[in-house]
């Protein structure tokens, strides 16, 4: 299985899940962001994690049994079947005493509860969902069986299953005295909120200002995003934080990718169109990624499961060759090999740390 996480592809599924798995929102460049991490990366060596910096010179030795990047300072670690969190120096900072997730080999969800956002992290107690502080204090007592990390001052939450979403303050208290059948994190000071099945957006003090209307909608980034009105309506729109429709296309799934450019699906392949819905690299690849700085993660031959890095011509810069990649920094790219070793390139594919595990 790769290792890209749902914002890799085109599709845009918000209208119709329930917000989990949700990004870090620290440094941002085009439409993907990613945390705040030190210039520290997780390394993998003999089945124990440290940390490389940007040169690839091991700074924290391998000594964990898991451990992800770092956001606001702080790191999650892992201890058996529990986690906390260390300092730059390797030291840790948050004893390991709340329960992990179990997802597979890579157990930690790299963008929800192992990161910091705002000066609060999701940690899991008996099986329910609050907050911890910085120091390791829980600070909002664990109720919840879903938890969103905290943007603009809010985070998604809900009680139990079935019972809806509702928004909270960093005190725990639920906000706008509302409860939505879905809802997203905030972005770009707007939500995406469903009522009625249908999806609409609200602002930071909850008022309604795109009415529900849309089967499904993504996130704004830089003040657009794209929406759907129904499953059989193939027409997407590209809108603005009014509700304003900037661009139509019928195209099968679409996403804002950056300043001014879209990527869009037409059967089983993805490229890229400027606002003006003026192709700008073709539908010539499985899958695509939004852009960072100049370049993109793509794949081509789904047969053999590979990705690659290009630019914006849709030329490769890097050939597909591994099975897992991602942005990690600035011109750090984590990458995943076929036997699960885990390395890092730069933009222009030149190994930083050779894949290990």
């Known amino acids: 299985?790769?290792?890209?996480?749902?914002?890799?592809?085109?599709?845009?599924?918000?209208?119709?899940?329930?917000?989990?798995?949700?990004?870090?929102?620290?440094?941002?460049?085009?439409?993907?962001?990613?945390?705040?991490?030190?210039?520290?990366?997780?390394?993998?060596?003999?089945?124990?994690?440290?940390?490389?910096?940007?040169?690839?010179?091991?700074?924290?030795?391998?000594q964990f049994e898991r451990a992800a990047q770092f956001s606001e300072g702080l790191a999650y670690f892992e201890q058996g079947d529990k986690f906390g969190f260390i300092?730059?120096?390797?030291?840790?900072?948050?004893?390991?005493?709340?329960?992990?997730?179990?997802?597979?080999w890579w157990s930690f969800d790299l963008y929800g509860e192992s990161f910091f956002s705002e000066g609060l992290a999701v940690a899991r107690v008996d099986g329910k969902l609050g907050y911890i502080n910085q120091k390791g204090e829980m600070v909002i007592t664990p109720k919840f069986v879903s938890a969103e990390y905290f943007h603009d001052g809010l985070a998604v939450v809900s009680a139990s299953a079935g019972s809806g979403m509702y928004y909270i303050n960093k005190k725990g208290e639920q906000q706008f005295g509302k409860t939505f059948e879905r809802a997203m994190p905030f972005s770009d000071s707007l939500a995406g909120?469903?009522?009625?099945?249908?999806?609409?957006?609200?602002?930071?003090?909850?008022?309604?200002?795109?009415?529900?209307?849309?089967?499904?909608?993504?996130?704004?980034?830089?003040?657009?995003?794209?929406?759907?009105?129904?499953?059989?309506?193939?027409?997407?729109?590209?809108?603005?934080?009014?509700?304003?429709?900037?661009?139509?296309?019928?195209?099968?799934?679409?996403?804002?990718?950056?300043?001014?450019?879209?990527?869009?699906?037409?059967?089983?392949?993805?490229?890229?169109?400027?606002?003006?819905?003026?192709v700008v690299v073709p539908a010539n690849f499985d899958m695509v990624m939004g852009f960072f700085s100049d370049i993109a993660i793509a794949k081509k031959d789904s047969k053999e499961d590979v990705f690659g890095i290009i630019n914006r011509k849709g030329e490769w810069i890097v050939e597909p060759t591994y099975h897992g990649l991602w942005p990690a920094g600035k011109n750090m790219i984590t990458?995943?090999?076929?036997?699960?070793?885990?390395?890092?390139i730069d933009a222009?594919?030149?190994e930083i740390w050779k894949p290990s595990k």
């Open 1 to 62: 299985m790769s290792l890209l996480f749902s914002i890799a592809s085109c599709s845009t599924s918000a209208g119709n899940s329930s917000g989990s798995g949700a990004k870090a929102k620290n440094q941002t460049q085009g439409a993907f962001e990613w945390p705040d991490n030190e210039g520290l990366y997780p390394i993998v060596k003999d089945g124990l994690y440290g940390y490389i910096n940007t040169k690839g010179e091991v700074v924290i030795k391998p």
């Open 87 to 104: 300092n730059p120096k390797g030291e840790v900072a948050i004893p390991a005493i709340y329960e992990k997730r179990k997802s597979g």
């Open 348 to 350: 222009s594919g030149k």
């Open 335 to 344: 990458v995943i090999t076929e036997s699960r070793e885990l390395g890092y």
């Open 193 to 278: 909120v469903m009522v009625d099945e249908k999806m609409g957006f609200i602002n930071t003090s909850g008022k309604m200002v795109i009415a529900p209307q849309y089967y499904t909608v993504g996130e704004f980034i830089a003040g657009y995003t794209v929406v759907r009105e129904s499953y059989e309506n193939k027409t997407w729109k590209l809108i603005d934080k009014t509700g304003k429709t900037i661009l139509e296309k019928q195209v099968d799934r679409m996403r804002v990718s950056g300043e001014n450019l879209l990527c869009f699906g037409e059967n089983l392949n993805e490229g890229y169109m400027d606002f003006k819905g003026k």
